[in-house]
């Protein structure tokens, strides 16, 4: 293979490099493709589908508990085997894995297991030795989560330890306020843990609506999951019932079993040769890319997460697939709009949002309206559960066009996407309102907001 030449080298087989050989490959470009790892990167392996796995057996359990009071025959403290669990989503991801072999192999890209590092702008050279001159090259390592600096951080574990796990630790400590420490805490909550949330700040999930995460936090703590905000924790030690926890601002010390960070990922970028073919940095690491993913070398374009922009895995592939529109598919002005992007947090219930935060509308336009819904699930009232839903929409202009629509409650994650589509078409709360509800729905209320 030595010297062998491609029209496109890809770094990298996770969401975004994969979606980038298939569609170069779609439009007729020879590729290789470098993953030493496994297929589908951090989103299939440790991200995405491995947590919505947990998520959705988290959920169960209160729907077993939902189906009891129904009157459905249920044992009373109904036994989950996490070995079966664990089987099944394992299954699931080794069906993921055989289909991209599948594909791989029917598009002819070509599948090297090893690291790659640059050698110049035009090629790449494998852990073995061999070169690859390629008429152009895509940067798409992807991130890796962070430890804090701080006395006893490696008696602490990461996202990737969380799904090592083989069973639901008794007391476990999560520390951070983003979205994975969230969705941890959830998960490990309903899966039997006693779970407590050391948050930084003064809120969860800065980047989304605070009336929001207000009531995020409400239904964490209505769960059982204690929350302590403005709370540092300063160091972490081995002790005889556990490992204890030396925390700053007010809460008290706490013994626990398991410890998880999630309090930040960083760009994959180190040992790429990215300095020898002069490839530019930001201050924390990532490539700087402009509007159309090139880097600050002709010929070298970055995508996903080693960009830090948006680091979601339908933003990889987008970002990835219109990277190839453009270069291999004749579509010169293909690129990825950043505005706009909806997502999900998946807690119980699940938090969608997409668009501006009132307080972002307030600090963009002169006149901004919201409209809200709070009620209770039909399956919740029904089954005598407490768990209730917000619904929240943002709009601005006298013609009240909608800029942001943010949802906490059963099935948002599900609802947000087709109103993700009205968003970014232009939609104004009247077109809104205009709209006949589907009845009886949680969906409706999204268009009954008063
Ligand atoms: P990755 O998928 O990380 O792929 C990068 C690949 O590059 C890896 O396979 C790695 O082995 C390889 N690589 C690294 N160095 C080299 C090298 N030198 N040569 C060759 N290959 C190399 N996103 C969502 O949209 N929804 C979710 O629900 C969601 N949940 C998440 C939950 C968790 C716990 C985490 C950690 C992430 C989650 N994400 C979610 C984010 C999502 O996983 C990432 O945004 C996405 O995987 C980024 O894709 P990528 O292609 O940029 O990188």
Same mark, same amino acid.
């Given at each position: 293979m030595s010297g062998q030449s491609f029209d496109l080298v890809v770094l990298g087989g996770g969401s975004g490099g994969l979606a980038a050989c298939f569609r170069a490959a779609s439009h007729g470009a020879r590729v290789a493709m470098l993953e030493p790892a496994l297929l589908g990167g951090t989103c299939v392996n440790v991200g995405c589908v491995p947590k919505k796995a947990m998520w959705l057996a988290a959920d169960l359990v209160e729907r077993i508990a939902l189906a009891s009071a129904l009157g459905f025959d249920v044992p009373a403290a109904p036994r989950l085997s996490w070995p079966r669990l664990l089987q099944r989503r394992q299954q699931y991801i080794d069906g993921i894995h055989a289909s991209y072999r599948q594909r791989l192999q029917d598009s002819g890209v070509v599948h090297i297991a090893q690291r790659g590092r640059l050698r110049d702008a035009r090629t790449v050279e494998c852990e073995d030795g061999t070169r690859l001159h390629a008429g152009h090259i895509v940067i798409a390592t992807g991130s890796h989560a962070l430890k804090p600096d701080?006395? *006893?951080?490696?008696l602490g574990g990461v996202s990737d330890d969380f799904f090592a796990l083989q069973a639901a630790p008794a007391r476990v400590a999560i520390v951070g306020g983003g979205y994975i420490a969230v969705e941890l805490a959830g998960v490990l909550h309903g899966l039997g843990s006693e779970v407590t949330l050391l948050v930084r *700040?003064?809120?969860?999930?800065?980047?989304?609506?605070a009336e929001m995460t207000a009531q995020l936090a409400q239904n964490l703590r209505q769960q059982g999951i204690t929350v302590r905000f403005e709370c540092q924790l300063q160091a972490l030690e081995r002790r005889a019932g556990g490992i204890h926890a030396r925390l700053q601002g007010g809460a008290a010390d706490a013994l626990f079993d398991t410890v998880l960070f999630a309090t930040g990922r960083a760009p994959?970028?180190?040992?790429?040769?990215l300095e020898t073919a002069g490839v530019a940095l930001d201050d924390n690491g990532a490539i700087v890319v402009d509007a159309f993913q090139?880097? &600050?070398?002709?010929g070298i374009s970055a995508i996903g997460d080693v960009t830090a922009q948006a680091m979601l895995t339908p933003v990889a592939v987008a970002a990835a697939r219109r990277l190839m529109d453009r270069l291999y598919g004749g579509q010169p002005e293909a690129r990825l709009d950043y505005d706009n992007i909806p997502s999900v947090v998946? &807690?119980?219930?699940p938090l969608g949002s997409v668009g501006l935060s009132e307080a972002q509308a307030r600090g963009r336009f002169d006149t901004v309206t919201t409209y809200h819904s709070r009620f209770r699930p039909m399956l919740q009232a029904l089954g005598e559960g407490q768990t209730r839903s917000l619904f929240k929409m943002v709009c601005a202009g006298a013609d009240e066009k909608v800029v942001g629509i943010h949802l906490l409650g059963e099935g948002a994650d599900e609802i947000l996407q087709g109103f993700a589509v009205a968003l970014k078409a232009g939609v104004t709360r009247r077109q809104m309102a205009d709209t006949v509800a589907i009845h009886p729905t949680s969906a409706e209320e999204v268009v009954l907001m008063r």
């Amino acid at each position: 293979m030595s010297g062998q030449s491609f029209d496109l080298v890809v770094l990298g087989g996770g969401s975004g490099g994969l979606a980038a050989c298939f569609r170069a490959a779609s439009h007729g470009a020879r590729v290789a493709m470098l993953e030493p790892a496994l297929l589908g990167g951090t989103c299939v392996n440790v991200g995405c589908v491995p947590k919505k796995a947990m998520w959705l057996a988290a959920d169960l359990v209160e729907r077993i508990a939902l189906a009891s009071a129904l009157g459905f025959d249920v044992p009373a403290a109904p036994r989950l085997s996490w070995p079966r669990l664990l089987q099944r989503r394992q299954q699931y991801i080794d069906g993921i894995h055989a289909s991209y072999r599948q594909r791989l192999q029917d598009s002819g890209v070509v599948h090297i297991a090893q690291r790659g590092r640059l050698r110049d702008a035009r090629t790449v050279e494998c852990e073995d030795g061999t070169r690859l001159h390629a008429g152009h090259i895509v940067i798409a390592t992807g991130s890796h989560a962070l430890k804090p600096d701080l006395p *006893g951080a490696g008696l602490g574990g990461v996202s990737d330890d969380f799904f090592a796990l083989q069973a639901a630790p008794a007391r476990v400590a999560i520390v951070g306020g983003g979205y994975i420490a969230v969705e941890l805490a959830g998960v490990l909550h309903g899966l039997g843990s006693e779970v407590t949330l050391l948050v930084r *700040g003064k809120e969860l999930l800065s980047q989304f609506d605070a009336e929001m995460t207000a009531q995020l936090a409400q239904n964490l703590r209505q769960q059982g999951i204690t929350v302590r905000f403005e709370c540092q924790l300063q160091a972490l030690e081995r002790r005889a019932g556990g490992i204890h926890a030396r925390l700053q601002g007010g809460a008290a010390d706490a013994l626990f079993d398991t410890v998880l960070f999630a309090t930040g990922r960083a760009p994959s970028t180190r040992g790429l040769g990215l300095e020898t073919a002069g490839v530019a940095l930001d201050d924390n690491g990532a490539i700087v890319v402009d509007a159309f993913q090139n880097t &600050s070398v002709p010929g070298i374009s970055a995508i996903g997460d080693v960009t830090a922009q948006a680091m979601l895995t339908p933003v990889a592939v987008a970002a990835a697939r219109r990277l190839m529109d453009r270069l291999y598919g004749g579509q010169p002005e293909a690129r990825l709009d950043y505005d706009n992007i909806p997502s999900v947090v998946f &807690s119980h219930p699940p938090l969608g949002s997409v668009g501006l935060s009132e307080a972002q509308a307030r600090g963009r336009f002169d006149t901004v309206t919201t409209y809200h819904s709070r009620f209770r699930p039909m399956l919740q009232a029904l089954g005598e559960g407490q768990t209730r839903s917000l619904f929240k929409m943002v709009c601005a202009g006298a013609d009240e066009k909608v800029v942001g629509i943010h949802l906490l409650g059963e099935g948002a994650d599900e609802i947000l996407q087709g109103f993700a589509v009205a968003l970014k078409a232009g939609v104004t709360r009247r077109q809104m309102a205009d709209t006949v509800a589907i009845h009886p729905t949680s969906a409706e209320e999204v268009v009954l907001m008063r």
